[in-house]
């Protein structure tokens, strides 16, 4: 391309000395009597970048034509830079070389440029391994009801059944079709005569069932009473019969005598038998009030009779998770009567509000394991309780005397011997009551109970004495 035809960006050719060091206004600039190139002069209206491009494309120049580039030099090391009115024309220019300076510091990050077009499509990978099977999701909600489906295909014939047993007897059925009109019958043949001649008599049939038995009949009418027979003959003597009863008395005979004679007295006759408890007669009308008595003397003072306590403690709790962990209080949380709240059933401690005697028992049931319990009062046992069988029930009931905010909960040994069991089918339950407090009037203050302090031990009871041989 030639030198004057090059293309020359907006805005005028950009120099390639921009940002260096340049001299200031006041530096002496060697304009007029500087020593140009002999037939180089440039007209006023001359394009400076244009022969900047034209002087340097026009090769290796005339010998005592090349300018004097070490003004050039001063101005690139000028600690100020000059304006570019002020500058050369030849030191505008791609050939100068002026001393590299430093690196500059990285620019910011240009904004991002336009996507570009889509590559083409690769090729298919190889098919991946399977993945790990995920966690099973929520159940889903009920679909809706489908179709019903075909008839499917008739079963093999199953085996010949047993014979079964005879069925009652039906009812009668509905009354059948009136039936088709028979064929007319042969003609028949007119007799001799017009009476009717009765045929010889039929073989006698087979004998019928016997019937059921009929209901009894009425009673029939009682027949006129007969004629008296005839005396018959004497017969022998009979034995003779018992006592019979006293007759009834008789009626009062009519006396007609006037002037008679009294007869001797008769023999007493013996006596007769107890007569029957008559019935009690009406009371009587009750009698006169009678005169007020003296007073009496002073009773013995009695003893006291029982207050009426003014505090009332009872529980009842059954157990929720099967199998407890041991070396702490077994939980009961399935409340069963806690109306004065002294029993917790997340802890499954009861503490005790007042001093006072009170009763505890627990009924347990054991399952698939051996069950070691035990009743702990402050942490030291009461009682324990051994179930060697992997089927079976453990129980206790004792009787306490126990000082207010005393704690009792129930215990297992370890995890060998928590055969301690609940289902829907059965139960096991801690149970205890305030029985009677020390006092019946309640405590005058109110005080926050001790925290709990110690160690959750299984401990040991003190062994029975065993007597000697």
């Known amino acids: 391309m030639p030198p004057d035809t090059y293309p020359t960006p907006p805005g005028g050719y950009p120099m390639p000395g921009e940002g260096y060091p340049m001299p200031g206004?006041?530096?002496?600039?060697?304009?007029?009597?500087?020593?140009?190139?002999?037939?180089m002069g440039l007209p006023p209206?001359?394009?400076?970048?244009?022969?900047?491009?034209?002087f340097d494309g026009m090769g290796t120049l005339p010998p005592g034509a090349e300018p004097d580039l070490?003004?050039?030099?001063?101005?690139?090391?000028?600690?100020?830079?000059?304006?570019?009115?002020?500058?050369?024309?030849?030191?505008?220019?791609?050939?100068?070389?002026?001393?590299?300076?430093?690196?500059?510091d990285r620019g910011d990050r240009g904004l991002p440029g336009s996507p570009g077009s889509p590559g083409r499509r690769g090729f298919t990978g190889f098919r991946g391994?399977?993945?790990?099977?995920?966690?099973?999701?929520?159940?889903?909600?009920?679909?809706?009801?489908?179709?019903?489906?075909?008839?499917?295909?008739?079963?093999?014939?199953?085996?010949?059944?047993?014979?079964?047993?005879?069925?009652d007897k039906g009812d009668a059925g509905m009354e059948g079709p009136e039936g088709?009109?028979?064929?007319?019958?042969?003609?028949?043949?007119?007799?001799?005569?017009?009476?009717?001649?009765?045929?010889?008599?039929?073989?006698?049939?087979?004998?019928?069932?016997?019937?059921?038995?009929?209901?009894?009949?009425?009673?029939g009418t009682p027949g006129m009473k007969g004629e008296k027979g005839d005396t018959g003959s004497m017969g022998p003597p009979g034995h003779p019969g018992e006592q019979g009863e006293k007759g009834e008395q008789g009626a009062e005979g009519a006396c007609n005598c006037q002037d008679g004679v009294d007869g001797m007295n008769g023999h007493p006759g013996p006596q007769g038998p107890k007569g029957d408890k008559g019935e009690m007669g009406l009371n009587g009308q009750p009698g006169m009030a009678g005169p007020k008595g003296h007073q009496g003397d002073q009773g013995v003072m009695?003893?006291?009779?029982?207050?009426?306590?003014?505090?009332?403690?009872?529980?009842?709790?059954?157990?929720?998770?099967?199998?407890?962990?041991?070396?702490l209080p077994v939980a009961f949380t399935h409340i069963l009567y806690n109306m004065q709240g002294h029993y917790d059933p997340n802890s499954g401690i009861y503490m005790a509000p007042v001093n006072g005697t009170y009763v505890f028992s627990y009924h347990l049931s054991v399952f698939s394991k051996v069950l070691k319990v035990g009743l702990f009062h402050n942490f030291m046992p009461v009682v324990k309780t051994t179930e060697p069988m992997d089927l079976g029930t453990a129980?206790?009931?004792?009787?306490?005397h126990l000082t207010m905010f005393d704690r009792v909960w129930v215990q297992v040994k370890d995890s060998s011997t928590n055969?301690?069991?609940?289902?829907?089918?059965?139960?096991?339950?801690?149970?205890?009551?305030?029985?009677?407090?020390?006092?019946?009037?309640?405590?005058?203050?109110?005080?926050?109970?001790?925290?709990?302090q110690g160690d959750f031990s299984w401990g040991e009871l003190r062994p029975p004495i065993i007597p000697s041989p």
């Open 419 to 452: 055969g301690m069991y609940a289902s829907g089918e059965s139960s096991s339950t801690f149970s205890g009551f305030l029985l009677h407090p020390d006092s019946c009037d309640p405590p005058l203050f109110r005080d926050f109970p001790p925290s709990l």
């Open 129 to 167: 391994r399977p993945g790990f099977v995920g966690r099973q999701g929520l159940k889903g909600q009920k679909g809706d009801e489908g179709q019903k489906g075909e008839r499917g295909a008739m079963g093999f014939t199953g085996a010949k059944g047993d014979r079964g047993y005879k069925g």
């Open 180 to 219: 088709e009109q028979g064929p007319k019958g042969e003609p028949g043949h007119c007799p001799a005569t017009c009476e009717s001649v009765q045929g010889p008599a039929g073989d006698p049939g087979l004998p019928g069932q016997t019937g059921v038995r009929g209901l009894p009949g009425t009673a």
């Open 70 to 104: 070490a003004f050039c030099q001063l101005l690139l090391e000028s600690p100020v830079p000059p304006p570019i009115s002020s500058v050369p024309w030849f030191c505008v220019c791609s050939r100068c070389k002026g001393t590299v300076g430093p690196k500059g």
């Open 45 to 54: 209206s001359a394009n400076m970048t244009r022969m900047t491009r034209s």
């Open 25 to 39: 206004e006041g530096y002496p600039m060697p304009m007029e009597g500087h020593p140009m190139p002999s037939g």
């Open 302 to 327: 009695g003893a006291p009779g029982p207050c009426s306590p003014a505090i009332q403690s009872a529980f009842s709790a059954a157990l929720g998770s099967i199998y407890p962990q041991p070396n």
């Open 395 to 400: 129980s206790q009931q004792v009787v306490l």
